[in-house]
């Protein structure tokens, strides 16, 4: 079956570590994004790609950072300089027109312990 | 930018009731606008989308929802509320003046009660 895998649902991580989160699709979609969500915010956007080896900033990209080195995957990292990581992330892609929807994947939850 | 305002965060309907969850866009030249469904710890679902055409869109499970110009709305509503609904939904909206870019809406707890 077609779709986005996000990959751990949940990761805990130290205070000043670095930690990746995976998004892989076989969707042949163009157009990769990661988003943070917490409680009463909605979405927002953090990086988004439209092409392999393309990637721009979004709203809060500060203490995270990507990579598109494959159209099937746009790895996440957070970083230490994130002061408050701990959320739920998604990770979607899309066909790339303005007319398409986005595809989800099912998330994952990190937390700083 | 683009501002999706959801009034609303929390609406509670009783079972068999009309569910009305509103929508509204800032922009001047009317964007592509899409309602999604979450259930908890879970990504988002598509449940409708509206680009171009009938104003009356409909969408999955007894969903339905209607692109006002002159409003600037795209409410999203369904007849009669089931258990199930139980949720949270985002509007979005997606624009040429944004990149290609979703921008999204804060969200609305819909909260059904038997």
């Known amino acids: 079956d077609g779709g986005i895998t996000q990959s751990p649902k949940y990761l805990f991580r130290k205070e000043g570590q670095n930690v990746t989160l995976s998004c892989e699709q076989n969707l042949n979609h163009d157009a990769m994004y990661w988003y943070r969500q917490d409680p009463g915010q909605g979405l927002r956007l953090i990086y988004y790609s439209q092409i392999v080896n393309d990637f721009q900033k979004g709203d809060i990209a500060e203490g995270y950072s990507v990579s598109r080195e494959k159209k099937e995957s746009f790895p996440l990292t957070v970083t230490s300089a994130q002061k408050n990581p701990t959320a739920f992330y998604l990770c979607a892609s899309r066909r790339g027109r303005l007319n398409t929807e986005a595809f989800f994947g099912q998330g994952t939850r990190l937390t700083v312990v | 930018a683009q501002s999706v305002t959801q009034l609303g965060s929390h609406v509670s309907v009783s079972e068999g009731a009309l569910v009305l969850l509103r929508c509204n866009y800032s922009?001047?030249?009317?964007?592509?606008l899409f309602w999604y469904v979450q259930y908890p710890n879970q990504g988002l679902q598509l449940l409708l989308k509206y680009t171009t055409g009938a104003t009356l869109v409909k969408g999955i499970n007894g969903f339905e929802a209607e692109f006002k110009k002159s409003e600037t709305s795209f409410h999203l509503t369904k007849p009669s509320a089931h258990m199930s609904d139980a949720a949270e939904y985002f509007c979005a909206v997606s624009e040429v003046a944004t990149g290609n870019q979703f921008y999204f809406g804060t969200g609305t707890s819909l909260t059904v009660i038997p």
């Open positions: 922009s001047s030249v009317p964007p592509y």
